[in-house]
C-alpha cells in the first residue's frame, strides 16, 4: 500500500479475492486515516453484520445492483470536498 495518496476517494466492494473491502480500510485507517475517511463501500452481500459494523465506523454502503445516478451521488460529497481542497491550495 502507497505511504503517500493522490487519491479523492476509494471505491471498495466489500467481498474480494485476495484482501477484503474491510481489511483494506482496516489497513488505511491505520495508514493512511485521511484517505481512509473518503471511502465508499459497495456490496451486494447483504450481510447485516458487516452493514452494522460499516455503519458504526461512518462510511458510506451502496447495494448492489444499483445505478449511475446512485453511485454519483454517493460520490459526489468526496469529490467536492476535494475538488474546494485543490482550488484553495
Known amino acids: ?39 465508499l463501500f459497495v456490496s451486494g452481500a447483504g450481510d447485516k453484520q458487516i452493514d452494522a459494523e460499516v455503519k458504526r ?7 448492489k445492483p444499483f445505478t449511475v445516478t446512485r453511485l454519483i451521488e454517493a460520490c459526489l460529497p468526496f469529490l467536492r470536498s476535494a475538488e474546494k481542497a485543490a482550488l484553495s491550495a
Open 1 to 39: 500500500m502507497a505511504a503517500h495518496s493522490g487519491y479523492d476517494l476509494v471505491i471498495s466492494d466489500i467481498r474480494m479475492p485476495e484482501m477484503s473491502g474491510i481489511e483494506l480500510y482496516l489497513r488505511l485507517r491505520e495508514l493512511q486515516p485521511e484517505l481512509a475517511k473518503r471511502f
Open 57 to 63: 465506523w461512518n462510511v458510506p454502503l451502496i447495494a
